[in-house]
């Protein structure tokens, strides 16, 4: 079992950036690949990042690339996702997940998933 909590989320400025942090608690965090996803009222959940439970492979979606920035510290159990040159279309509740070993843009194949944080982007 695995208990995830986000943070980090706010009212930013387009161009601006945010930090947000997935805290990690339960057993075996370093054996979890872990997601970054997103989602609009209305709409279907999207996907944002994912890392590998190594660290060693990261990917991302099209719409946030050389822009967002996934990371993980093991030591500390968490995992992050650095946004830069935020746009107004970035506003969503932004979720982490986990599932085994290797990263998915899949929502579905997740077996864990945090309560969410709300990112606005104002233009």
């Known amino acids: 079992q695995v208990q995830l909590v986000e943070s980090g989320g706010g009212l930013v400025q387009a161009g601006g950036s945010l930090r947000l942090s997935c805290a990690a608690s339960?057993?075996?965090?370093?054996?979890?690949?872990m997601g970054w996803f997103r989602q609009v009222l209305g709409k279907e959940r999207e996907f944002v990042a994912a890392i590998n439970w190594s660290g060693g492979g990261t990917v991302y979606a099209d719409s946030v690339k050389a822009r967002f920035t996934i990371s993980r510290d093991t030591a500390k159990n968490t995992v992050y996702l650095q946004m830069n040159s935020l746009k107004p279309e970035d506003t969503a509740v932004y979720y982490c997940a986990a599932r085994p070993l290797i990263g998915s843009g899949s929502w579905h194949e997740y077996d864990y998933w945090g309560q969410g944080t709300q990112v606005t982007v104002s233009s």
């Open positions: 339960g057993r075996a965090f370093s054996s979890y690949a």
